[in-house]
């Protein structure tokens, strides 16, 4: 098959793009997120655990045959994507491959905006988006678990017309004849879904006296992070649940808190006796976000987005927590399990 010898596809417009995304932390973070082009029968997926920002410094997208994996999703295997890996790589593809495969578009990315997020978390979400992104071909897509289930709903919502998928719970999806048409229709839809984030402040004083004397924790460096124990309403909301995939995850099921009045040392032990390790962080309440000093990959950023996600949902406004039938099935699930082995 053509192009099974080259390791990243030829559009370098596409590459361009898919490294420009991977650097803005309001539209992916860690190593979420992904992007795909069919070239010459092949599907060039961005592989599972890789970052798009080093999109231009290594080789991140797998080759996988396109039609194959098609009639693999007609057939409903389990693994629709992996057998038909095109070439010896040890990389996999993205848990989203299915997702890349079945829309029509040449080029197709993924973002975990922020901004989607806050709108897409929100119970009224539905209602709410369709206002902001009246006049595009778009479709809204109820939350399922990312993969396979994912791709099953959106053919239920897909039609020949639809450029633009806003998933529950989970991000954007745009797609494309090339990486500019995508790119204006993302920033498109970012301008109709921007929210400014409130106000937010640092660290409180106690944290920092706190956190000198241990080894093990320091206030986090992104300013931002410290809404989560400093902001009332950024702290409840925290406090509520997982609200998106990669929250479950890079952070976890539930959230490390030491509660106003309680020692952060006392809330790490009890965590790690519930959960058989010391939590990844801390939040503090009224006082900001301690992180381990040797915290895995992806955590400061997930919490980065949390922050920025929760500093633009109004006091007011109720959320749709994932449930726990929903952060069991990414907490179990092998592909999950997969990405997190490579990003520790």
Known sequence: MPGTEARSPKDTDFIDLSAELGRDPLLIQASGGNTSVKEDGLLWVKASGKELARAHDEPIFVPVDFAGVRAAIDRDESDPATPHVVGSTSLRPSI???????????????????????????????????????????????????????TRMVQEVLDEDTDILVLQNHGLVIGGDGAGEVD?????????????????????????ASSDESDEYAPAQAAVVHALGTDPDCFRKARGGALYPDHVV????????????????????????????????????????????DHNF???????????????VGADVSLRYLTDTEVAELMNWDAETYRKTLNR
């Open 184 to 208: 204006t229709r993302l920033r498109e839809a970012e301008r109709r879904l921007l929210v400014p984030p409130r106000p937010t402040s640092g660290p409180g004083a106690g944290l920092s």
């Open 298 to 312: 992806g955590v400061a950023e997930m919490l980065e987005c949390q922050a920025e996600v929760l500093a633009r």
């Open 250 to 293: 890079f952070l976890g099921p539930e959230a490390p808190i030491a509660e106003r009045g309680r020692s952060w040392d006392e809330a790490r032990d009890d965590y790690r006796a519930r959960h058989r390790e010391p939590p990844q962080y801390l939040i503090v309440e009224g006082e900001g976000v301690l992180l381990r000093r």
């Open 96 to 150: 989203e491959t299915t997702l890349h495969a079945l829309l029509p578009h040449r080029v197709v990315v993924h973002v975990h905006s922020v901004n989607t997020l806050a709108w897409t978390t929100r119970e009224d979400g539905p209602a709410r988006i369709g206002e902001a992104m009246d006049g595009l071909a778009w479709a809204w897509v109820p939350y399922r678990r990312p993969g396979l289930p994912l």
